[in-house]
């Protein structure tokens, strides 16, 4: 009985050894694939992916499906189906926390099977609501589906938690479903700039928003033709439509800036620097180009310390012909 006992113990002993080293080596060949997951890259050849270990263990050290992982590099090759196919696998190695449906959803959006999509996403939603990859692909299977009262829902729901690809899904799906509830999605792409300055496709669909965008495509239309008007030297001309553009959407800081410029080549220089001065005082969009135009306007003035001043503002917002016109007309003057 004894001996018995120790041959099952060494037997068990050395199953949990083999056990030990078969997971050992499966989380070491784990770490690259961990590690681009984790910065959002997929260099990794494919040939090392398909001889991952995935059947055991079959799930990563944060419990997402190795067969998961699989799926997302072809998903990242665009092999749709087959991303498909071994994202299954992984809903059956965990299918509580969405991320194997999350890659349905995206595969078979691509493939432009919507139904099959949102069925998938919604799934993906629903096991974790809170996270931002599920909030995403469920609200852009809903805007194929022209679904804007649930994406409001979910975007009301979580937008507290501040998260940038919600905010920007969210208006960029009532500007293409060209459904715009003016008053609140006013208010949401101005908390948008505000919380997320640096990108700079918020302020373009605030203008989207504010104006219309009926009435961007019309502005674009009479800008076109102002431009056409300005290279062929009829800057009055040019002044006319740069003004329907401008009256169309009221807060694009070029058109006012082309007027400015216009009148500028008509030596009509206090008309000019009065639609800078719009620009910069009230518009304000810190990109350094109404400054560097006052400053050219100074110079056709000769009033170099007003024109290098302006260069200087302008060159601040590192606006690089500001930059250049600072260096070519200020090098000598101290600021």
């Not at 919380?195 to 495509?217: C, M, S």
């Not at 969009?285 to 302006?310: D, T």
Request: glycine share 2%; hydrophobic share 40%; net charge neutral.
């Amino acid at each position: 009985m004894i001996k018995y006992l120790t041959v099952s113990f060494y037997l068990l002993l050395g199953i949990c050894v083999l056990s030990s080293f078969v997971v050992f080596l499966s989380y070491r060949s784990q770490t690259p694939v961990i590690k681009e997951y984790n910065s959002d890259t997929s260099d990794l050849p494919i040939e090392f992916i398909d001889n991952l270990n995935t059947s055991y263990p079959n799930i990563t050290v944060t419990s997402i499906p190795l067969e998961s992982i699989k799926a997302m590099y072809y998903f990242k090759l665009s092999k749709f189906d087959t991303a498909i196919h071994i994202a299954k696998n992984g809903v059956k190695a965990n299918p509580f926390i969405g991320f194997s449906d999350a890659i349905i959803a995206d595969s078979f959006l691509s493939l432009k099977q919507i139904d099959s999509s949102i069925y998938y996403a919604k799934r993906a939603y629903n096991h974790l609501p809170n996270n931002i990859v599920h909030q995403d692909i469920y609200m852009r299977t809903l805007i194929q589906n022209k679904d804007l009262d649930r994406i409001r829902e979910i975007f009301l729901k979580h937008k507290g938690s501040n998260h940038e690809v919600l905010y920007y899904r969210y208006l960029t799906s009532i500007v293409e479903l060209n459904e715009i509830d003016q008053d609140n999605d006013l208010m949401y792409v101005k908390e948008a700039i505000s919380l997320f300055p640096k990108n700079d496709r918020f302020p373009v669909l605030l203008a989207l928003i504010e104006n219309g965008i009926d009435n961007i495509f019309k502005a674009n239309e009479f800008s076109k033709q102002a431009l056409e008007f300005y290279e062929n030297g009829n800057f009055i001309k040019s002044i006319e439509f740069f003004k329907k553009a401008e009256s169309l959407v009221p807060s694009e800081p070029a058109y006012k800036e082309n007027i400015g410029t216009s009148y500028l080549r008509l030596k009509n220089y206090d008309t000019a620097l009065k639609f800078y001065n719009i620009v910069i005082d009230s518009l304000n969009p810190r990109n350094g180009r109404a400054e560097y135009l006052k400053g050219y306007l100074y110079v056709e003035l000769k009033k170099r310390i007003l024109a290098c001043e302006s260069f200087k503002a302008s060159a601040s917002f590192n606006n690089n012909t500001g930059r250049q016109l600072l260096s070519k007309y200020c090098n000598e003057w101290i600021l």
